[in-house]
């Protein structure tokens, strides 16, 4: 009884029950080979066998549905904690949507899944897709929008802002009922996706055979669309970052141009004008007075020195060659000016967008600033190309090594200014192995 209860279930047990109690009787109670009994003690023996292998069979069935049910919430929490640690590591969130997706067509015994998101010109997106069968990935239009006309799990939801259920699309017109009949879609079970308030998508599970999804299923896909709105919020956050830490930076780079500009047309002009001046009036002063035109030499030769200061200042916090000539010459006056030799190869052409160019030149600065103070080293070798929409800049000296990343607030404000243009800084320093720094720049 407990085997054909435990894989077949109740009923079945008490068929074989009553079958098996039949055979005995047939085969070993008097008279043999025959159903009927005479005596009453073994009719009493043979109810009892009956009942106890009912009752046996009915808790060895409940014993086999409660088994289903913790390995089915066993999978599910399993499911959850893949999910929730993609979202706690905050990983990009089209690989956060392909997971969920994934796991919710697995779950829910599903033959297709899919996660659309709302646009604001009242269609939907698909954003990540599922399939029992993965050549059919291509039939369930992911990245293209589709209109909420006609009989849709999209449509039901944004209507009710609730779970929707589709037992059949028959023949409803619309892009997603005509999409779900080509597939050979018969029913779907949908829930919102709410992020800060606002109906931000739906995720939807599909099945092409005739069997209802269970009446649970809504619960379950629920507590998947709460990780997605954690993802969804967690990456509208740090696109917010990003885009308050562009707007730091970019307003830093137009006051340093400022500054740049009135120093050049303001107190440079003005000293260059005085020097001028103080030469004139030196060249008048009659021969006798050797003293006095001594005197204002050494304030001529002094006044160069400020000047020149003042042109290495204004360089330092925007240099003019930058905006006016572009990366390329800007990175070789650079180099000339390093005092440790510098090996430099430009892989491009043309200018690239402001923000790369005052990025990528800040970087090369202050690397060859710290290779100078702190890496002993004999030469550097600077290489900028650009492949695949990207910057790359790779820097290595032959110095001491061992550079901390962590320390310093140079390296510390490069690394802002780099994530802010939404790039990569990476640093390998091994002691007596020099530095290598590389960044990526993302140029659109």
């Known amino acids: 009884m407990l085997p054909v209860a435990i894989v077949w279930g109740t009923r079945l047990a008490a068929f074989t029950s009553v079958l098996s109690t039949a055979a005995f009787a047939y085969l070993f109670l008097t008279p043999t080979h025959s159903l009927q009994v005479t005596e009453s003690q073994n009719v009493v023996v043979l109810g009892v066998f009956l009942v106890t292998a009912v009752v046996v069979g009915e808790l060895a069935a409940r014993l086999r549905r409660e088994a289903r049910r913790s390995a089915r919430l066993s999978e599910e929490q399993s499911a959850l904690r893949r999910v929730a640690t993609l979202v706690a590591r905050a990983g990009p969130p089209s690989v956060v949507f392909e997971a969920v997706t994934r ?106 055979r005739e069997e209802p999804f269970p009446p649970d299923t809504e619960a379950q896909l629920g507590e998947f669309t709460e990780l997605v709105a954690t993802a969804v919020a967690n990456a509208e956050a740090h696109a917010e970052l990003m885009a308050s830490r562009a707007r730091i930076v970019a307003t830093a780079d137009e006051t340093r141009r400022r500054i740049e500009r009135d120093l050049h047309d303001g107190a440079q002009q003005h000293l260059v004008s005085l020097a001028l001046r103080l030469q004139g009036a030196a060249a008048s002063i009659p021969s006798q007075l050797d003293e006095i035109h001594q005197e204002i030499t050494d304030v001529c030769a002094e006044l160069d020195e400020v000047l020149n200061d003042l042109r290495e200042l204004s360089r330092g916090i925007h240099p003019a060659n930058l905006t006016e000539g572009g990366l390329g010459p800007a990175l070789r006056n650079l180099t000339r000016r390093s005092p440790v030799p510098v090996q430099l190869q430009l892989g491009m052409e043309g200018r690239l967008p402001e923000r790369v160019e005052v990025a990528a030149y800040y970087v090369v600065a202050e690397a060859l600033t710290n290779v100078a103070r702190h890496a002993n080293a004999s030469l550097v070798q600077v290489e900028l190309d650009t492949d695949d929409g990207l910057v790359r800049l790779d820097i290595r000296d032959d110095g001491v090594g061992g550079a901390d990343p962590s320390r310093g607030s140079g390296r510390i404000g490069l690394r802002d200014r780099v994530e802010a243009t939404g790039g990569t800084l990476g640093v390998e320093s091994h002691p007596g192995q020099g530095t290598s720094l590389l960044v990526e720049l993302p140029i659109d």
């Open 103 to 208: 796991e919710v067509g697995l779950l829910c015994e599903a033959d297709l899944a899919r996660m659309e998101r709302y646009e604001e010109d009242g269609t939907v997106t698909g954003v990540a897709a599922w399939s029992r069968v993965p050549g059919q990935l291509a039939e369930l239009a992911v990245g293209t929008r589709l209109h909420l006309d006609g009989l849709s799990i999209a449509r039901g939801v944004q209507q009710t802002g609730g779970p929707v259920r589709v037992d059949s699309f028959g023949q409803d017109s619309g892009a997603i009922a005509e999409e779900a009949r080509a597939v050979g879609i018969r029913a779907s079970v949908g829930c919102p996706i709410v992020v800060g308030g606002r109906l931000w998508g739906v995720i939807a599970a599909s099945r092409k």
